[in-house]
């Protein structure tokens, strides 16, 4: 099993910023070939490491530390009014935690959601393998999370299981029932389900204060920041 003492790390060559106009951004990955498991990726979680399908990587910019990795120390949060409006605008949601993914109706939720909302983004054109490769399951840890409007697929979560928390990966839903802030009540109920589990922490990725795609991870308090290698809270 690899740790993080005999860990390889890789580098990409520098390249235009996806966040920050006018900014080169450097990424580090770890070594595909490294033997990972739910401890390891926890410690590297930890670390402010992030999954985008087989890949565990981290921004490692020569100029700019503006990405921090956050999450939200959930015994802690306690729902503000917006929120739980939101919580009870989908009441009548079916959620349920699922094994698979690889269907059609799943993917073609996902490939309308990247259609309508992200054909700006590096996801699009959606394709099938591009889906697999991205949302599959690695090292035993992946949860699905499906919402459900009756028997019409509203929205699915994806998210990780480490030993101290969820992180959460990639949520998409319906285009069409935007008005129900679908994103926001998929943080909510992994918060809830990480209270449920006794973990911790619900890790959000990255916040980047210039950058207003970001400002509503800020809007789960109390949020803790990886700064210089510590986690640092912001009330």
């Given amino acids: 099993m690899s740790d ?15 966040y920050l106009d006018g900014e080169e951004a450097t990424t580090v990955f770890i070594d595909p070939a490294a033997d990972v498991d739910s401890a390891l990726y926890t410690e590297l979680s930890q670390l402010g490491f992030r999954r ?14 503006a990405c921090l990795s ?10 503000n009014r917006n929120q ?17 993914i690889d269907t059609d109706e799943h993917y073609q ?32 840890s992946t949860q699905y999370i499906e919402y459900r409007l009756g028997d019409k697929l509203a ?3 994806v998210c990780d299981r ?23 009540f998929v943080i909510l109920q992994q918060i809830a389900k990480a209270q449920e589990l006794s973990l911790p922490y619900v890790y959000l990725g ?7 795609k970001m400002n509503y991870k800020t809007q789960y308090r109390p949020l803790e920041l990886l700064v210089n290698k510590r986690w640092v809270r912001l009330n």
């Fill in 84 to 100: 739980r409006r939101c919580l009870k605008r989908n009441s009548d949601l079916n959620v349920s935690w699922i094994d698979n």
């Fill in 109 to 140: 939720l996902y490939e309308q959601y990247i259609n309508t909302r992200h054909r700006d983004g590096d996801m699009y054109p959606p394709t099938r393998e591009q889906y697999k490769a991205f949302l599959s399951s690695e090292w035993g």
């Fill in 206 to 212: 990255y916040w980047i204060k210039e950058c207003p």
């Fill in 70 to 79: 956050c999450r939200i120390p959930v015994r802690l949060f306690r729902p």
């Fill in 4 to 18: 993080l003492s005999t860990l390889k790390l890789f580098a990409t060559a520098p390249h235009p910023c996806s």
């Fill in 52 to 65: 985008s399908g087989s890949h565990l990587y981290r921004p490692h910019c020569a100029q700019c530390q």
């Fill in 155 to 157: 929205g699915l979560a």
């Fill in 162 to 184: 480490l030993l101290d928390g969820l992180s959460a990966v990639y949520t998409f839903f319906d285009p069409e029932l935007e008005k129900r802030s679908l994103g926001a």
